[in-house]
């Protein structure tokens, strides 16, 4: 079974950038780790996700550029580089992996999610 422990939330101000981190361990590879975030009253939305193996990603509309996945394979950790953030950025961002997928996997998907680290961002 993968564990997965995100770290790297706090409180920032609104413009300014935040570097997420999760670090996978356990027996069994993922094929793609994804970032989500849910904030207060909010349903659970995508973020962004890479391919461990060649590294292709995939980003909602929303983030807008100003995000960016990143992965270390020899580390076992996914980033999220947050910048330019704004207010409605607040969440708790968990990290989430899937088994073998094809393509942009769907949420049902991910099979292992971590418990998650709070992100807020001032006005």
């Known amino acids: 079974q993968v564990q997965l422990v995100e770290s790297g939330g706090g409180l920032v101000q609104a413009g300014g950038s935040l570097r997420l981190s999760c670090a996978a361990s356990?027996?069994?590879?993922?094929?793609?780790m994804g970032w989500f975030r849910q904030g207060p009253g909010k349903e659970r939305e995508f973020v962004a996700a890479i391919r461990w193996t060649y590294g292709a990603t995939y980003y909602a509309d929303f983030v807008k550029g100003r995000f960016t996945i990143s992965r270390d394979n020899a580390k076992n950790t996914v980033y999220l580089q947050m910048n330019s953030l704004k207010p409605e950025d607040t969440a708790v961002y968990y990290c989430a992996s899937t088994a073998y997928s094809i393509g942009r996997p769907a949420t049902t998907e991910y099979r292992y999610w971590g418990q998650g680290t709070q992100v807020t961002v001032s006005s």
């Open positions: 356990g027996r069994t590879s993922s094929s793609v």
